[in-house]
C-alpha cells in the first residue's frame, strides 16, 4: 500500500525538455491539466502529495521518477543518464531526504534513470538503456541486496521503440493484492516473449496499444493512459480497477504515466 506521493509541477519551459519522439509540441495549458488530473487520481486512490514547485532550470524535473528509486525500505538517489538533467537529483534530494534519511547516491560513472527500474514484488528489474548503464545498475542491485530484495537485469538498448524500461512493461500484482508473487506484468508485444518475464502472467499489449503499457498500480487501483481501450478492457476482465487519465501532451515528451511521481 502506498500512503505518499513526491510530485513536481511541470515548468512553463516543460516543451524545451528533452524528447525522442515527433508527435507534436506539448501545449502548457493541457499539461498542467492533465497533471492536475493526475495528482487527483493519486489523491483518490489515497495518498498525501508532497507537491514541489516547478524547476526552470530543469526542464525535464517533472519525471521525478527518473530522480530515485524508493523501496518499503530506503532509498537510492539515482545519476540521470542525460547530463542536462544531473541537477535534478540535487534538487529533489532535501525532499527525498526528509523520507528517506538515509538515502543513498549513484556514484560515477554509473548512470541511472529510475524510468529503468520496474518493482515486481519482491524482484525488481533493471533497465540497460542509453540512460543506464551495467555500473549504475550494479550499484542499484547491491543496494537492493542489502534490503532483502532480488534483481536482474534487462538489455533494451537494442530497442528503437522505448526509451526506459518501464516504457514496455509495469507490474500490477494481482487483482486482490498488488504485491503478490508472481503477478501480472504488463508488457508490450515486442518483449512479451522475452524469458527475462517467465514465470509471471503476462497480459500482452498490442503495437498499436504499447504506449499504454506504462501503466501504474496504486493501491486498489491501476492507472492507464486513455484512448487504448483493448488493455483497459483486459484489465477489467482480469479483475482490475482502471482508473483512465489522459496523458496526450507528457506522451509528446517521451513520458508515461509513472515518470511523474515517487510513490512509497
Known amino acids: 500500500m502506498f500512503r505518499q506521493a513526491i510530485v513536481r509541477e511541470p515548468g512553463s519551459n516543460f516543451d524545451e525538455g528533452l524528447t525522442s519522439v515527433s508527435v507534436g509540441i506539448p501545449v502548457l495549458e493541457r499539461v498542467l491539466g492533465q497533471w492536475e488530473e493526475y495528482c487527483a487520481a493519486l489523491e483518490d486512490c489515497g495518498l498525501f502529495l508532497t507537491r514541489l514547485e516547478p524547476d526552470l532550470a530543469h526542464p525535464d524535473s517533472t519525471f521525478v521518477e527518473d530522480a530515485a528509486v524508493l523501496t518499503e525500505h530506503g532509498a537510492m538517489l539515482t545519476r540521470p543518464g542525460a547530463a542536462s538533467r544531473l541537477g535534478e537529483v ?13 538515502a543513498e547516491e549513484i556514484a560515477a560513472p554509473g548512470t541511472l534513470d529510475g524510468g529503468d527500474i520496474c518493482e515486481a514484488g519482491r524482484h525488481f528489474f533493471l533497465g540497460l538503456s542509453h540512460r543506464t548503464n551495467e555500473e549504475g545498475a550494479r550499484q ?110 507528457f506522451q509528446k515528451m517521451d513520458g508515461g504515466l509513472s515518470c511523474l511521481s515517487l510513490r512509497f
Open 90 to 102: 540535487a534538487a529533489i534530494t532535501p525532499t527525498v531526504r526528509r523520507f528517506y534519511p538515509e
Open 140 to 249: 542499484l542491485a547491491a543496494h537492493l541486496l542489502k534490503e532483502g530484495f532480488s534483481s536482474s537485469t534487462v538489455d533494451v538498448r537494442g530497442m528503437t521503440s522505448i526509451l526506459h524500461l518501464k516504457s514496455g512493461i509495469s507490474y500490477i500484482g494481482r487483482p486482490e493484492d498488488g504485491s503478490a508473487e508472481g503477478g501480472t506484468l504488463v508488457v508490450m508485444e515486442e518483449m512479451a516473449d522475452w524469458p527475462e518475464f517467465a514465470g509471471y502472467d503476462l497480459l500482452r499489449v498490442s503495437a498499436e496499444e504499447s504506449y499504454g503499457a506504462n501503466c501504474v498500480r496504486v493501491n486498489g487501483r491501476v492507472l492507464v493512459v486513455a484512448g487504448f481501450p483493448g488493455l483497459t478492457e483486459d484489465l477489467q476482465r482480469r479483475g482490475f480497477d482502471p482508473l483512465v487519465l489522459e496523458m496526450s501532451e
